[in-house]
């Protein structure tokens, strides 16, 4: 923010900007441009890849945002891929916000700003400084902190079990329940026809004997 000389002769002919600052407007401008071209250039050339590939892709990239007075750092996140539910990564991985972003957010801090410790490589910090929202953009999310740890709605992806067992099931080859009829391990009650050679009306005691039922 420039503040005006209170000894200003006249208000309306205020003094001409130093070449530096001239430069310096132009230079935030262009970075400010080259920063909206960062999601369509990328995500042009990953779909690419990904045609080319058959690879998924993820990016995470963050700065000073040039829009806000305090240049705050923000972090934006770009997802090339999706899963059999339709979600990309951020969007399946329900930390993503207060683990992936929150860590580079810290890595961030730390590479701006010196009094920002360096966070250890095996260690994810827990505090939250930042406490700004954040925008979805198609594939491209921009966040400043965002430590939502809300779970997103996501579906089952468990595939149903195809070993059931229970009773009164005909036909299996386990062979495992009641009322089975003809399975191959003959293990049940009132079977016919097994393999066993035991015949229904017999029964067989501990000794290996066969008494005739009557």
């Known amino acids: 923010m420039r ?5 200003h002769t006249s208000r309306k002919t205020p003094p001409a900007e130093s070449d530096d600052e001239i430069s310096a407007d132009v230079d935030a401008e262009m970075r400010r441009s080259n920063i909206q071209q960062c999601a369509p250039a990328l995500t042009q050339i990953l779909t ?10 993820s ?10 007075a305090e240049e705050q750092c923000v972090v934006a996140s770009l997802h090339i891929g999706k899963n059999r539910c339709g979600l990309n990564f951020a969007e399946s991985y329900r930390q993503f916000n207060s683990t992936v972003v929150q860590a580079y957010m810290e890595f961030l801090d730390s590479k701006l700003y010196d009094n920002v410790p360096i966070i250890a490589a095996s260690s994810i910090s827990k505090k939250t400084g930042h406490d ?3 925008n979805t ?3 491209a999310d921009v966040m400043k902190g965002d430590n939502d740890d809300e779970p997103d709605n996501h579906r089952s992806m468990d595939d149903e079990d195809d070993a059931d067992v229970g009773e ?3 036909g ?7 009322d089975n009829e003809g399975d191959n391990a003959g293990i049940g009650d009132d079977q016919e026809g097994d393999d066993s050679g035991i ?3 017999q029964e067989v005691d501990n000794a290996g004997r066969l008494d005739k039922l009557s």
């Open 3 to 7: 503040i005006h000389n209170e000894q």
């Open 59 to 68: 990016v995470l990239m963050g700065g000073p945002d040039l829009a806000d």
């Open 132 to 134: 700004k929202g954040s």
């Open 172 to 178: 299996n080859d386990a062979g495992i329940g009641k």
């Open 168 to 170: 009164g099931q005909e």
């Open 137 to 139: 953009n198609d594939g």
């Open 199 to 201: 015949d229904d009306d």
């Open 48 to 57: 690419h890849l990904s045609q080319k590939t058959g690879w998924s892709f």
